[in-house]
């Protein structure tokens, strides 16, 4: 069987200078603009009046006394269990005690959580925007011609996206145009960013934000969530807690330990 | 240990509070530049740290404390061209300047009121919130406090200082009971903080000893003491303070087993048998003489116990011994 031949092309060792550098110079300083336009962006977090302040905190509170129970006495922690579940049962800490039993606000016509939604669409946009113009900026000017080759072999889809100048029905896919190399450095400038801007910064956030796209866990008090349904719960939660005190035999502990 | 401008200057004694309060003028000048905004100035300036400006909030504290006003309002300034005076911390410190400077107690009437407008606003302005009670307290409105607090914690009840700072007050009162509860729920909170274990079994202790505490309650609240003072040691072993704890409550309750008789409710915690309270006491002595004789030699490790924490326990030690002694003759 004959082997298939080896392609090479001889390319032009300028190509460095005026391909590679350029691009990858401009993608650094993009993503650095980024960061620092999302920074300036950022909005600050919204203020909450007492009585969200006062739910979300009496939540809190009675998760806290279910997990530290074991630090009460049995008799402090019933008394604050029947506080507690009376409370909540009552719905003494709702914010809008006539809402009861509705559904919670739709998401988006509530226009209490709009702004953390705009705040989110406000990071897609500045994703989208500069990379989209850079795609076509290179595809402006740096299309025509293959600048690389993989070392390692890919299959013939790859062709028309990353050879999308170059129209050969023959040429291997391990040769790669410049959008190529684009999307090479998209991936792999993360830990160029970690190192210019720390580790905390947009340009970087976002590729990764894109990998972790998950399931996406419901917050807590986000929006769409039912205070009187978590305040239910965490009545239940309550009530069927077996209770024991770090302070049984805590004397026998400590001689025992400190014998040893 | 020397004191440092990163710690918050609570604790410090006198001495080292002044020593603080004279690095003001190096730690002001270092800082000079950085508060203008042309970017030629701010090219050549040192950046900021990531602890300036906490030192700054020490500094001025400490500053307060040995009466450098003058300094303290340097601070101020600078803290206040750094953040803008819209912030609440800022607006607590500069509260607390004023507090400070006051002369009579028609300023501190004045200072109040402002804080009463400011809370009209902006009911969430915590640290504003906290500025308030603690200058009721400080004017001697000790009831007025504590509703304001009470008030605080009804929409606030995960903040711990709340808490303590609630329970204090009502130690200052003599009502045990609240204060018991306040520091349970500081408890709640910090479940492994050994010190706040400590301080509930000192407030037990107290409160058993009160003059007025009925029969039951005595032997309710030293068992309780014995077993929040030995949780602190378990949680920290060389912690001084749950040692001398341990070693008054167990010599009380050696010293009147008589009283410790009668059944204890179902669920509640049961009196420790005598010999269990002599070991713990026997404990107690032996780790107390052992920190006081390893810190007066200052061996390595052993360095960082308070002095006059230590002198108390060689009070408390040598007093056992003489009576004791006494006893034999």
């Known amino acids: ?260 | 240990m020397a004191p440092s401008l990163l710690h918050p200057p609570s604790q410090l004694s006198p001495g080292d509070a002044l020593q603080l309060s004279q690095q003001a003028p190096s730690v002001l000048q270092n800082s000079a530049s950085t508060t203008s905004s042309s970017p030629f100035n701010a090219l050549l300036s040192n950046p900021e740290t990531a602890d300036q400006w906490v030192q700054h909030e020490n500094l001025l504290l400490s500053c307060l404390r040995t009466g450098d006003e003058v300094a303290a309002n340097r601070c101020l300034e600078k803290l206040l061209a750094r953040f803008s005076e819209d912030n609440e911390r800022v607006m607590a410190l500069r509260g607390l300047v004023k507090e400070a400077e006051a002369q009579n107690n028609g300023e501190l009437e004045k200072v109040l009121h402002e804080y009463d407008q400011i809370l009209s606003n902006n009911n969430t302005n915590i640290p504003i919130t906290k500025r308030r009670i603690a200058l009721l307290r400080s004017m001697g409105r000790l009831s007025d406090a504590v509703s304001s607090l009470v008030q605080l914690l009804d929409f606030l009840p995960t903040d711990a200082e709340a808490w303590s700072e609630l329970a204090d007050l009502y130690l200052l009162q003599g009502m045990y009971q609240q204060a018991i509860y306040a520091t349970e729920e500081v408890l709640v909170l910090a479940p492994n903080a050994w010190n706040v274990h400590a301080r509930l079994g000192e407030i037990l202790y107290m409160a058993a000893t009160a003059p007025g505490a009925a029969g039951g309650s005595y032997q309710k609240y030293m068992t309780e003491a014995v077993k929040r003072f030995s949780r602190s040691i378990e949680l920290c072993d060389d912690y001084l303070r749950g040692y001398y704890g341990l070693k008054l409550v167990t010599n009380k309750l050696l010293k009147n087993t008589g009283k410790a008789s009668g059944k204890s409710d179902e669920g509640e915690f049961t009196l420790p048998d005598t010999k269990t309270t002599e070991r713990l006491n026997q404990l107690a002595t032996s780790k107390l003489s052992e920190i006081i004789r390893r810190s007066t030699a200052r061996e390595t490790g052993w360095r960082g116990y308070d002095e006059l924490e230590v002198e108390a326990a060689r009070k408390l030690l040598s007093e056992e011994a003489s009576a004791a002694s006494g006893i034999e003759r």
């Open chain 1, 1 to 260: 069987m004959a082997q298939v031949p080896v392609q090479t092309i001889h390319r032009d060792p300028q190509l460095f200078y005026w391909i590679l550098f350029p691009i990858t110079l401009v993608m650094i300083l993009t993503g650095v603009l980024r960061h620092y336009a999302t920074v300036l962006m950022a909005t600050a977090p919204k203020k909450l009046d007492q009585k969200t302040i006062r739910e979300q905190r009496s939540l809190l509170h009675g998760i806290g006394v279910r997990s530290n129970a074991h630090v009460l006495s049995t008799s402090s922690f019933n008394a604050r269990r029947d506080a507690l579940t009376t409370a909540y049962e009552s719905g003494a800490y709702l914010k809008d005690p006539e809402r009861r039993g509705q559904a919670p606000p739709n998401p988006m016509s509530d226009p209490s959580s709009m702004d953390g939604m705009m705040g989110m669409m406000k990071n897609q946009m500045a994703m989208i925007i500069p990379n989209t113009l850079i795609m076509s900026w290179i595809n402006a000017f740096f299309s025509g011609y293959v600048i690389m080759k993989l070392p390692f072999p890919l299959t013939i889809k790859f062709k028309s996206m990353l050879q999308a100048g170059v129209a050969t029905k023959d040429m291997d896919p391990r040769w790669m145009s410049s959008i190529s190399w684009y999307f090479l450095c998209f991936f792999g400038l993360q830990s160029v960013f970690n190192f210019l801007l720390g580790n905390d910064n947009a340009a970087s956030q976002m590729a990764q934000q894109m990998n972790q796209m998950g399931p996406q866990q419901a917050q807590m008090f986000g929006p769409g969530v039912d205070p009187d349904k978590q305040f239910l719960g965490e009545a239940e939660n309550l009530a069927v807690l077996e209770h024991y005190s770090v302070l049984d035999n805590v004397e026998e502990r400590l001689l025992s330990n400190a014998k040893l």
